[in-house]
T-cell receptor, first 115, second 112 residues
Framework: DGGITQSPKYLFRKEGQNVTLSCEQN?????MYWYRQDPGQGLRLIYY???????QKGDIAEGYSVSREKKESFPLTVTSAQKNPTAFYLC??????????????FGPGTRLTVL | SQQGEEDPQALSIQEGENATMNCSYK?????LQWYRQNSGRGLVHLIL?????REKHSGRLRVTLDTSKKSSSLLITASRAADTASYFC????????????FGTGTRLKVLA
């Protein structure tokens, strides 16, 4: 099955700890994205990557870090510098089309709770 | 914030009725997309309309785009209880990067 997977589904973190959220896709998409969603809110872009070994900050990158060493993988680390990390995190991927961008494919999400 | 706005924020209708939700955005776009999100799940792509298109249909969905007003609407006809979800618009901006800006969402509840 082609798709995008995220793990774990639920994650609990103590204050002061770094945690890493996994995102893997087998769609052969060049672009990958991380979004944060707070209750009842829309999606806010954390980081995105259009190609391996390159990534760009989104609107709320502070306290987060990413890497893109492989096309299939785009892990997100939530560092202790992120003041309010409790949220639902969504990973997505997309491929550029012949005219503009194509749709995004989303993973099932990881719900992070800071204890 | 570059985030788009959607209205209404919440909508409750009876099964069989039509549901209309609107999206406004701020920047020049390449295309506009609508997504559905069931509670606690990832988003699912519904339909994409390009900046040079004015209307598009897909099954029970009808999307319009008015680039002069920077707005779009999504119409779901003959709604079903299974349509209960949050709906988001997302704009693919023309900055040269593959970046999407999401609206705040409309929570739709279809009553059986």
């Amino acid at each position: 099955d082609g798709g995008i997977t995220q793990s774990p589904k639920y994650l609990f973190r103590k204050e002061g700890q770094n945690v890493t959220l996994s995102c893997e896709q087998n769609l052969n998409h060049d672009a990958m994205y991380w979004y944060r969603q707070d209750p009842g809110q829309g999606l806010r872009l954390i980081y995105y990557s259009q190609i391996v070994n390159d990534f760009q900050k989104g609107d709320i990158a502070e306290g987060y870090s990413v890497s893109r060493e492989k096309k299939e993988s785009f892990p997100l680390t939530v560092t202790s510098a992120q003041k309010n990390p409790t949220a639902f995190y969504l990973c997505a991927s997309s491929a550029p089309g012949l005219v503009g961008y194509n749709e995004q494919f989303f993973g099932p999400g990881t719900r992070l709770t800071v204890l | 914030s570059q985030q788009g706005e959607e209205d209404p924020q919440a909508l409750s209708i009876q099964e069989g009725e039509n549901a209309t939700m609107n999206c406004s955005y701020k920047t020049s776009i390449n295309n506009l997309q609508w997504y559905r999100q069931n509670s606690g799940r990832g988003l699912v792509h519904l339909i994409l309309i390009r900046s040079n298109e004015r209307e598009k249909h897909s099954g029970r969905l009808r999307v319009t785009l008015d680039t002069s007003k920077k707005s779009s609407s999504l119409l779901i006809t003959a709604s079903r209880a299974a349509d209960t979800a949050s709906y988001f618009c997302a704009t693919a901006i023309t900055s040269g990067t593959y970046k999407y800006i999401f609206g705040t969402g409309t929570r739709l509840k279809v009553l059986a």
